[in-house]
């Protein structure tokens, strides 16, 4: 074939070092771990947590749009059913709070294998429509539905006892639960995109009619990657009913939806510790501004706009693209 | 090569072999407008059909049809003695029927290497295990670099699909296609926009691969088609206009009329290719 064309070959992928991280992935989780474990001795638990509960929460939602290009605009149904379910079960069943999350995510996750359903059928724009309508209705039902009391969302929910026998009551003993369970969630995504399956699903995102023709029904693989992706965004949303003890209509609402398009376009699509250091980023503004009141959202407003003109791939984007390194 | 051409022609008009890909009737409308009209299209088991024919004849439609990618809207189609119509495209390529692209069709992000692998990893079903480690994968490595080899591409493996040139993307296609082991293969201009130099190597591999296999393909260069195509058919406006060896279409007043336009410098050019 044409060689001419001074064409040299193409410089190799960076190769996997250990459980399918890179060298640089590697060094990046080994400092956010690092990051998870000495925080709490230096900066407020409750902060913390709700840094990792959205943290994990824009990893679930970056697993559709990062790895199969499908943006959903109705996560937001995921984690506020998932802090609802959960709350619930504390609450009024007294579930301990290990079960409590686990039902929020598993709750959430059947939402989303009923949403899912509906919404694969479209693709781009109409996909993310559909996802929103959906998420919608969601909301109307959380507004009317009485386990979840309306404006005043369930209040006082009960931390509980891990396993029966850690007192969650202790701020440091729950950002422990809470530090686990996003390190677990994280390590999960990294897993299910490195796997036989995830080699399928990127293929899907980068030409679907090519991985139809070698035989891959795509919708199937969306689907599960869908289930999975509301799963997971329960799971967050339930950790932080447990966090706060409340879950009300914030976190149904399609504002929240829109966040964590923000804090995983502004920490970088695709990339594994993108959605992390956005949502990190926006929580912290949200929690140190709050003073501003209603300019957060403003801020928050103008930071999108940023990200969109200046820095299309985001803040964790730009500095493997300027390291020459996947992160 | 115009030897080997016309023996193989001449065993299979004699041969009463039943079709391997028979149409009856195809027909796609596009809100009224008839993109691929009442065609009648017959490949016969180990042979290479060249489907010809101008811009907007509806040869990629034909191939949209025939691997499911759109609904007809009237005729059947028939594969190894199977009625397909209804079938879904990821199904077709289940039996055995993978098609390239006219535009070239890699996984740019993946490796080379994964492109092939994603073909050979279909043998072990869905891949459905998202809680697996690519570890099974790895038991593909050593043949998918034995077709890399094959097409010349072993020393990109490691490289991703999107960095490659655009000629040797098609020899990936075309080593991906042929990892599903197909027994039939459609191919939509695999030397569409290539070198000189490229045309002769895609040509190459195209013949020795055809090997034990079945082939449809688009193709523009005439010379391609008289050096590989044992029968083919002429497409215009959707309509057949031929069929047969190239010796006898290429001679059709009609076909040298459609295809080049009434030049009649052209058309010898046609009838001497
Ligand atoms: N999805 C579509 N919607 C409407 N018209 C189409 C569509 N696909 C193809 N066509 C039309 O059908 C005709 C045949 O196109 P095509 O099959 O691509 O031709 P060829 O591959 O022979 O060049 C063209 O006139 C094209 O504009
Ligand atoms: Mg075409």
């Known amino acids: 074939m044409a060689d001419g064309s001074g064409f040299s070959p193409a410089p190799a992928a960076a190769k996997d070092v250990l459980f399918g991280f890179t060298l640089a992935q590697l060094l990046a989780f080994g400092l956010m771990v690092a990051f998870v474990v000495i925080s709490p001795f230096i900066l407020y638990p409750v902060f913390l947590m709700n840094v990792l509960c959205f943290a994990l929460f824009a990893c679930a939602f970056n697993l559709l749009i990062g790895y199969l290009g499908l943006l959903s605009f109705g996560h937001a149904a995921f984690f506020g059913m998932g802090g609802y379910i959960c709350g619930h079960l504390a609450k009024v069943l007294g579930l301990p709070p290990e079960l409590a999350i686990i039902a929020g995510g598993l709750v959430a996750a059947a939402l989303g294998a009923g949403m899912g359903w509906l919404a694969i059928r479209r693709t781009g724009i109409y996909f993310a429509m559909v996802t929103l309508a959906l998420a919608q209705m969601v909301y109307f039902f959380c507004l009317q539905a009485p386990f979840t009391h309306g404006e005043d969302g369930i209040q006082s929910i009960p931390r509980g006892k891990l396993l029966g026998f850690f007192d969650l009551s202790n701020d440091f003993t729950l950002y422990w639960l809470v530090a686990g369970i996003f390190l677990a969630g994280f390590l999960m995504i990294h897993r299910i995109v490195h796997s036989p399956f995830g080699q399928v699903m990127k293929a899907i995102r980068e030409n679907e009619p090519r991985a139809i023709s070698l035989g891959y029904r795509a919708d199937d693989y969306k689907l599960i990657a869908f289930i999975l992706s509301a799963g997971l965004a329960g799971v967050a949303g339930a950790t932080k009913s447990i966090v706060f003890g409340i879950a009300t209509l914030n976190d149904v609402h399609w504002n929240m939806s829109g966040e964590v398009v923000l804090m995983t376009l502004l920490g970088g699509l695709g990339t594994v510790f993108g959605p992390v250091v956005g949502a990190a980023v926006i929580i912290t503004m949200q929690n140190y501004l709050a003073e501003f009141g209603a300019w957060v959202t403003v801020m928050q407003g103008g930071i999108f706009v940023i990200c969109v003109l200046a820095f299309r791939r985001g803040i964790i984007g730009e500095i493997a693209n300027f390291l020459r390194v996947r992160l | ?273």
């Not at chain 2, 990629?60 to 759109?70: D, E, M």
């Not at chain 2, 070198?195 to 013949?207: F, G, P």
Request: a neutral charge; hydrophobic letters at 40%; one cysteine or more.
């Open chain 2, 1 to 273: 090569m115009s030897n080997t051409t016309t023996e193989r022609t001449a065993g299979i008009s004699s041969g009463q072999q039943p079709a391997l890909l028979e149409t009856r009737g195809l027909t796609k409308e596009f809100r009224g407008f008839v993109a691929v009209s009442d065609v009648n299209l017959s490949v016969q088991p180990g042979t290479i059909h060249g489907l010809i024919g101008p811009n907007g004849a509806g040869k990629t439609t034909c191939f949209n049809l025939l691997t499911k990618f759109l609904q007809p809207t009237r005729g059947t189609i028939h594969y190894n003695g199977r009625n397909i119509t209804r079938m879904a495209p990821a199904d077709i390529a289940r039996l055995g029927l993978i098609r390239s692209f006219q535009i070239s069709a890699v996984f740019a992000s993946q490796t080379v290497l994964e492109n092939v692998r994603l073909a050979l990893q279909r043998e072990r079903g869905a891949s459905f295990d998202f809680w697996r480690s690519e570890a099974p994968l790895r038991a593909y490595n050593e043949r998918a670099m034995a077709l890399l080899e094959d097409v010349g591409l072993a020393e990109y493996a490691t490289a991703t699909a999107g960095s490659l040139p655009y000629g040797r993307k098609r020899a990936l296609e075309i080593a991906t296609t042929l990892a599903m082991d197909p027994k039939m293969m459609l191919l939509d201009e695999p030397t569409a926009g290539m070198t000189h130099a490229d045309v002769d190597h895609i040509v190459e591999l195209v013949k020795r691969v055809a090997q034990g296999r079945t082939v449809l393909m688009v193709e523009h260069n005439l010379k391609v088609v008289e050096g590989l195509c044992d029968t083919i058919t002429v497409l215009t406006r959707g309509r057949v206009l031929a069929e047969g060896p190239y010796a006898e279409v290429s001679r059709n007043p009609e076909v040298i009329a459609a295809y080049l336009g009434t030049d009649p410098e052209q058309s010898g050019a046609m009838a001497h290719a």
